[in-house]
């Protein structure tokens, strides 16, 4: 009886050992953006460290939202009162997205459900980028939407939360 427990429980471990394993080896996950690297003519790399961000990765969704102001956005007092450019200000930076996801080997194609773009929310609308998985780093790069493939690809390094 003590072996058949000791057996069990070592399983047990070993099983709980090897989910984590595979967890991790997983971009389901909570995720930071680290840094966005542009392409093309104006071509730089934005550090994403003191802009709030979260991307949550489930087995089927993904959710993401960022703020990618240069600086503090500022505080409405009265937003029924605001100006455009006071409304762009403070919204205009913000980024929020939802929807499905598709895995392949070595690329991720997006289809967003909500999106503060009501753009990116059409039927047969989607987004496809390769994507690297390197310990708790995930690479990501544009290749193409809905319109064919981008001139001027970025790429997105986020870094695991959770």
Known sequence: MQRFVLAAVTVSLLGSQAAAQSTHRSIQGVWRVEEATTSGPAARTISFADRPNLT??????????????????????????????????????????????????????????????????GSGVFIVYSYKLEGDKLLLTQQRNQNGPFPYPFKLQLVRVE
């Open 56 to 121: 949550i990765i489930t087995d089927k969704y993904y959710s993401r939202v960022e703020v990618q102001a240069d600086g503090p956005r500022p505080t409405l007092t009265d937003p029924a009162k605001a100006t455009a450019d006071q409304l762009r200000a403070v919204w205009g930076p913000f980024v929020g997205e939802a929807g499905t996801y598709e895995l392949a080997s070595d690329s991720i194609t997006m289809r967003p459900i909500a999106s503060k773009n009501p753009a990116v929310m």
